[in-house]
């Protein structure tokens, strides 16, 4: 009860409500800095790209292989620290934890480089074994019940079970943020592309253009399409850089485009009318999504109706009734 007279109170709800629009307030400027904070980030990384592709371009044109010398001034983007290295080399996981597609992943969710490997690859060792820990600890001193202790010992190793899967789910959910941000923005990088293609700019050219452009729409598809640009500049096969880029982004349609400008290349067909192309199917894609949602809205408003709506509906249409028939003078009350 005195949590209810404690609600019931002017100035606790006054005193809740400013802290609230304080809190939203701090959390509206303070996002605004960390999304500057995270393009100055993306810029960086595609910097540090750009130097990294150049040095390995001019140590391949050297006769070295395509090996990169170290102490050259050339800084790997996704640096990790020196115990993560050393676990995950003793331990061999690559071994144990990495597969074909395990790069491709990595760079479908926005991390590149050897540093963000081995990350990925100590998280997938270390997250199991820290949740166990703290799962038994909780289970068998700060809460051991009155279940017996291996009980309490299968109910940790099941947490640590479970959450052997959460470095794969997080990887997974930049996955899906990222290729949203990219899918949405598409195709007006499209158009925009077709436009700089058509005034008479080369694909390098309108690649770059269209990454300044689009920025502010989507991050994560002007840095794709300034590492795009920079692989169009370093690269002997123009072929591979598109195929990078769509290997990267993961998407259908960023595929088929990319599909298409290969072929363009190669048979010497027009790109132009290509992009056109595939700008209209991009639009059409997606009014089509856009159609998609709006049909699916009204099964998705049945439940909410079903279970906010309708019962107040019925407490607005019956209470008259209800207080004339039980309240002083009524049937029942008389």
């Known amino acids: 009860m005195m949590i209810f007279d404690l609600l019931a109170q002017r100035d606790f709800m006054i005193a809740v409500l400013a802290a609230i629009s304080m809190a939203a307030v701090v959390f509206t400027f303070g996002s605004s800095f960390i999304v500057k904070s995270e393009m100055k980030d993306r810029i960086k990384r595609v910097a540090l790209e750009r130097e990294k592709m150049r040095a390995e371009e001019m140590a ?18 996704g640096e990790t620290k020196t115990y993560m290295k050393s676990v995950v080399e003793r331990l061999d996981l690559k071994k144990a934890f990495q597969d074909d597609a395990t790069l491709d992943k990595l760079a479908m969710a926005g991390f590149r480089g ?52 959460l470095p794969v ?36 050219h309108a690649f770059k253009r269209v990454g300044r452009e689009i920025g502010q729409q989507s991050p994560e598809l002007a840095e794709e399409l300034a590492l795009t640009t920079a692989e169009l500049a370093f690269l002997e096969d123009r072929g591979r850089a598109y195929e990078n880029l769509g290997r990267r982004t993961g998407l259908d349609g960023v595929k088929s485009v990319m599909t298409a400008l290969i072929q363009a290349d190669r048979y010497g067909t027009s790109v132009g009318q290509a992009l056109r192309v595939m700008a209209e199917e991009g639009r059409e894609q997606r009014m089509m999504d856009a159609e998609k949602k709006a049909a699916a809205l009204p099964p998705k408003l ?4 079903i279970l906010f709506f309708l019962p107040v509906l019925f407490i607005v249409i019956i209470s008259p009734a209800m207080i004339k028939v039980f309240g002083p003078g009524g049937v029942a009350g008389g």
């Not at 391949?60 to 983007?77: D, Q, T, Y």
């Open 114 to 165: 050897q540093g963000h490997l081995t990350t990925f690859l100590f998280m997938r060792l270390s997250t199991p074994i820290a949740i166990f820990l703290v799962a038994a600890v909780y289970l068998l001193v700060l809460a051991p019940a009155e279940r017996p202790l291996y009980l309490n010992l299968a109910y940790a190793v099941g947490a640590g079970l479970v959450g052997s899967f």
């Open 169 to 204: 789910v997080m990887l997974k959910n930049s996955t899906d943020k990222r290729q949203f941000s990219i899918r949405r923005a598409w195709p007006d990088c499209l158009d925009l592309m077709l436009l700089c293609v058509e005034s008479g700019m080369s694909m390098e």
């Open 60 to 77: 391949r044109l050297r006769g070295n292989g395509g090996a990169i010398v170290e102490g050259r001034g050339i800084r790997r983007s």
């Open 302 to 305: 049945t439940v909410p109706l």
